[in-house]
């Protein structure tokens, strides 16, 4: 889907995560000051915008519908399952009214629409608690989320960023980062997790804000 999954579906991020003005002006200070190739970013996107979604069980919905396929694709299912259960929003209560077949003829592979019904279930039987999961670190969140089938340690990644707002979260495998990373640092491939993390080491403890400025250099004019 690109630029992690065009920014988890969010078109205009246009508000703070759960940052406060003075975290984010700290955030952007410690990584400017740390390394002058972010600063560089920093200073030619702009302000850091980003508002974490609410919605978390429609979060990891939509990061399972999005694997392996064009965003383009990946809205047209989302709009398919939205009109099936309409008026109803997408939930739990209302997911486990589809069947298999039911998901199936929505254009859903047999593997997503089985991790859909796998993720229902188990926050349905209570296995996953998405109302509590911000209580806990970021490694326990991962632990919690990858038992569900097709969530990984990436898609995790993501939500602690996009739903929960986690200041320090840094996915060095993701496609977009690294190839921030490439660009930005001139290296001749893209970089493997070592190279990755080593360079984001001095980002910490805000790599959720130098992973938003790498994902948005992608979006610069080339010329610039």
């Not at 991020?13 to 972010?38: K, R, Y």
């Not at 979604?53 to 694997?67: D, G, H, Y």
């Not at 047999?110 to 993720?119: A, E, H, M």
Request: aromatic fraction near 8%; proline fraction near 6%.
């Amino acid at each position: 889907m690109g630029i992690a999954e065009r920014l988890l579906h969010s078109r205009n991020p246009v508000a703070s995560m759960s940052f406060t003005p003075d975290e984010i002006s700290a955030a952007i200070a410690h990584v400017s000051a740390v390394d002058p190739i972010m600063a560089d970013v920093i200073k030619r996107v702009g302000p850091f915008r980003l508002k974490p979604s609410r919605k978390r069980f429609e979060a990891l919905v939509r990061s399972i519908l999005a694997q392996q396929i064009s965003t383009a694709v990946a809205r047209t299912m989302l709009k398919r399952l939205k009109d099936r259960i309409a008026p109803r929003r997408i939930c739990p209560d209302s997911l486990r009214e589809l069947t298999f077949d039911d998901l199936r003829s929505l254009g859903l592979s047999r593997q997503k629409s089985t991790y859909l019904q796998d993720l229902t279930a188990r926050v349905l039987d209570g296995s996953v608690r998405l109302d509590r999961v911000h209580r806990f670190d970021d490694e326990a969140i991962i632990t919690e989320l990858t038992q569900v089938k097709g969530i990984g340690r990436w898609t995790v990644q993501m939500f602690l960023i996009f739903c929960l707002g986690r200041p320090d979260v840094f996915a060095p495998d993701d496609f977009g980062l690294k190839s921030a990373i490439q660009k930005l640092y001139g290296l001749d491939e893209l970089p493997k997790r070592a190279v990755a993390e080593e360079i984001a080491r001095p980002w910490r403890p805000y790599g959720t804000v130098a992973s938003w400025y790498l994902w948005r250099s992608l979006e610069l004019p080339s010329d610039e």
